[in-house]
């Protein structure tokens, strides 16, 4: 068996980050809509989670945040003139199309790409394909960039596949590892991945919209060479998207042998654990934790984001550690279960909770803050280093942040021209700190 760690790249939370409502599905973003934000928070929050992961002894890495205001939607929809021009017009004509063009959701990075490491893969290499993300226009802007973004940091082809994204069409949409769980017995060995969805091609469903189609997970493992008896397809509940589960990570999560899910996160629950025992025999025993609706509503699985939490073993610890937010502390429901869980004999003997609010508030856990990739030494040996996190790095973003980020930020001052070179500066000193400026 290879070593192999998982490394977490979380996104970095652009300077742009607001609450402009545009999630169908989402409840947080939509109850937030037109408030206030602070991206200056929002961005230290977000390092401040990755400095405890650095400080437990875990491998994190980093995501710039996208340009934004994406130009290119602007001028596709008609608008010319300068910069300053088309910024003025949309947000006379069409404010709603300027706040998708300057969107940070980017900073979710669970929807950059879905991953596949080397131990599964038919090629033994580590596979990436960016998400098209093609339900919601705001997100539909990401994956050129996304993509972009990829390649510079996982640049060698004899190590690293970077696919192209799915087809901007509705039979294919995709939304990347947020519907998608790796489980295995040790992170270098051979793994089961579960792909979750919640349509099929063509099929029309009522209420929220169910953003990742069967078609697309099935795509998404042929061309990562997956074995066909290690990859499970499993369809998500239609009463948890209707509950505002706008992607499985809102109701499950997993991590080496372990499957902590709410009691409706799958629409058949049974078929779905035993196709993973079926899956996984011979490399592992799963161990699912499953939690009772009677014990946790469903309502305060999703207000509360326990399920968007990251899983993982910390070094030197038996048991796995999740990492929650801290709503789900100040949730009763929630709050006695971790209690009640850690305090038995169970996988998971840790929950730390951490504050991410300004993300929670438009919708994103700590769950959607990253994207795990888990990656040999050789592979982390050839990444782009520039964006593996120490403390030192950590307070180096920290630093521009604090210089070039504001502390309040209304979706009415997307509409400044200003606010634009803002944008492209903080980036700028960013992709500086990082080393990546080749993507400036």
Avoid at 83 to 89: G, S
Avoid at 325 to 346: D, K, Y
Avoid at 358 to 366: A, K, L, V
Wanted: net charge negative; glycine share 8%; aromatic share 6%.
């Amino acid at each position: 068996m290879t070593l192999a760690v998982e490394v977490n790249f979380d996104g970095l939370i652009g300077p742009s980050h607001n609450y402009g409502g545009l999630s169908d599905g989402n409840l947080a973003s939509s109850r937030n809509a037109g408030d206030v934000s602070n991206p200056r928070e929002a961005a230290i929050q977000g390092l401040e989670k990755m400095r405890f992961l650095v400080r437990a002894g875990l491998v994190q890495g980093v995501l710039p945040p996208l340009p934004r205001p994406n130009f290119d939607l602007l001028v596709s929809a008609g608008f010319s003139g300068s910069d300053a021009d088309i910024i003025e017009a949309a947000g006379k004509i069409a404010p709603r199309l300027l706040k998708a063009a300057y969107s940070a959701s980017s900073m979710w990075t669970a929807n950059a790409a879905t991953v596949s490491p080397s131990a599964d893969t038919a090629d033994g290499l580590l596979h990436f394909t960016p998400a098209n993300l093609s339900t919601m226009l705001h997100r539909s802007l990401e994956h050129p960039d996304t993509t972009t973004t990829l390649i510079s940091i996982f640049s060698g082809d004899h190590r690293f596949a970077v696919h192209g994204a799915l087809p901007s069409h509705s039979d294919f949409s995709d939304e990347g590892a947020a519907n998608h769980v790796r489980l295995c017995a040790e992170h270098g060995g051979a793994g089961v991945e579960l792909f979750v969805y919640g349509r099929e091609a063509g099929e029309m469903v009522s209420g929220f919209p169910a953003r990742q189609t069967l078609l697309a997970a099935q795509s998404i493992a042929r061309s990562h060479g997956l074995n066909e008896g290690r990859t499970v397809f499993a369809r998500q509940a239609k009463r948890a998207i209707e509950a505002g589960a706008f992607h499985n990570d809102v109701v499950c999560v997993g991590a080496l042998d372990t499957l902590f899910f709410h009691e409706a996160a799958f629409e058949d629950t049974r078929g779905t654990l035993e196709a993973l025992r079926r899956a996984g025999d011979g490399l592992f025993e799963l161990k699912p934790v499953m939690v009772p609706e009677a014990e946790v509503p469903l309502e305060d699985a999703i207000r509360s984001y326990l399920f968007n939490s990251q899983l993982l073993q910390f070094p030197d610890e038996d048991r796995l550690v999740l990492v929650a937010p801290i709503e789900a502390q100040e949730t009763q429901s929630t709050r006695r279960f971790c209690e009640q869980m850690v305090a038995g004999n169970g996988p998971i003997g840790r929950v730390e909770f951490v504050d991410v609010r300004q993300s929670m508030r438009n919708g994103g856990g700590p769950a959607c803050l990253r994207l795990r990739v888990v990656m040999t030494q050789d592979e982390l040996s050839e990444c782009h280093s520039g964006v593996l996190l120490d403390e030192e790095l950590i307070d180096d973003l920290q630093d521009v942040i604090r210089k070039t980020y504001r502390d309040r930020l209304s979706p009415a001052d997307l509409a400044d021209p200003a606010f634009a070179d803002e944008c492209r500066i903080a980036r700028e000193e960013l992709l500086s700190v990082l080393e990546l400026e080749d993507i400036a």
